[in-house]
C-alpha cells in the first residue's frame, strides 16, 4: 500500500514533534521540515521508503539539513548509484 505525500509528510512531522520532546506550538516548523525532506526524497533517486531506487534524471535539490529516515534514504540511493557506476 502506497501513501500519499500529504500522509507521508504529515506522519514525518509527527515523529519530529517527538524527536524534539514533544515542544507545544512548534507544529508549524516540523510541518516545514517534514515537506522539505519529502521534496528532496522526490528530486533523489530513492523513493520514499528507501527500499528502491527510480531511474530518474538527477535535478538539484535545494540544501537542506536531513535527519533520521531522509539520511538513511539518501545515503542508500548514493551507495546504489555508486555500485550501478562502477559494474
Known amino acids: 500500500m502506497t501513501e500519499t505525500q500529504r500522509e507521508w509528510v504529515q506522519k514525518r512531522a ?5 524527536e524534539e ?3 507545544v506550538g512548534r507544529d508549524h516548523a516540523h ?16 523513493s520514499s521508503d528507501g ?14 539539513k536531513l535527519n533520521g529516515a531522509a539520511k538513511a534514504a539518501t545515503k542508500t540511493a548514493a551507495k546504489k548509484s555508486t555500485a550501478r557506476k562502477s559494474a
Open 21 to 23: 520532546g514533544r515542544p
Open 14 to 18: 509527527y515523529a519530529l514533534w517527538e
Open 51 to 64: 527500499k528502491e531506487v527510480k531511474n530518474r534524471t538527477k535535478r538539484s535539490a535545494p540544501e537542506i
Open 31 to 46: 510541518w516545514e521540515q517534514a515537506t522539505k525532506e519529502r521534496a528532496a526524497l522526490e528530486g533523489s533517486a530513492a
